[in-house]
């Protein structure tokens, strides 16, 4: 039998539009701070990133920043976390390379514990293997290196995995390990911040991937 690839799924913008939690409770972090809140669109640009790379060049200050971080998952973890919905398709597709005997996982840089609330909400959620996220004291924060957790944690190597995600962090973190990746269009990247990270394919729909992964 073929042994078929583990596809490591990122969350926010692959799987959920999550951005009204996200950015209310950055909106939330900064008021407590006594701090302006930057408009809705420069928001939406935090949504991928790890939360203290979005902080430094506002805040600077590494106690603030950590400040920031710990007022963001209080509300977070209260409400933000219910604060999205799937989008369109993404379950049959699920539903689809599943059957197909693919592996799946998420890798995210959302707070694992609150990523693994969200997964265990969605009608989906056991479709997953494991839920890899970033810990509360930064040691795990980049892409980058949750890949290399994911990896770690389900015994594979790089030539097994396939990551899936809406940013450039998740096409640069996947190269820097020499995997395959698939940018999708539907999240909070454009389609020139994937090609610029260096996507090898892009999927328009979630109807696409299981098609892009059968070619």
């Not at 073929?2 to 209310?24: A, N, P, Y």
């Not at 479709?127 to 970033?134: P, Q």
């Not at 390990?177 to 090609?195: A, K, P, T």
């Amino acid at each position: 039998m073929t042994v078929k690839t583990t596809l490591f799924f990122d969350l926010d913008g692959t799987l959920i539009d999550s951005s009204i939690g996200i950015t209310r409770s950055i909106a939330y972090a900064l008021e407590r701070l006594n701090h302006p809140v930057p408009d809705a669109d420069a928001l939406r640009g935090w949504i991928g990133p790890a939360l203290r790379t979005s902080f430094q060049p506002l805040l600077g200050d590494e106690a603030k920043i950590e400040q920031a971080v710990a007022f963001y998952l209080e509300r977070y973890s209260r409400e933000g976390w219910t604060e999205h919905h799937v989008y369109d398709g993404v379950a049959q597709m699920l539903d689809a390379v599943h059957a197909a005997g693919h592996r799946l996982a998420v890798v995210t840089a959302k707070n694992e514990n609150n990523a693994r609330k969200i997964l265990a909400h969605l009608p989906f959620g056991d479709r997953f293997e494991d839920v890899i996220g970033s810990t509360q004291d930064g040691r795990l924060t980049h892409k980058v290196d949750l890949i290399e957790e994911a990896m770690r944690r389900l015994q594979l190597d790089a030539a097994q995995c396939l990551m899936i995600g809406d940013r450039r962090m998740d096409i640069e973190g996947a190269a820097q390990h020499g995997m395959r990746n698939i940018g999708v269009l539907w999240g909070f990247g454009s389609e020139d911040e994937l090609r610029e990270a260096g996507a090898h394919r892009l999927a328009a729909a979630p109807s696409q991937l299981p098609v892009l992964l059968a070619a």
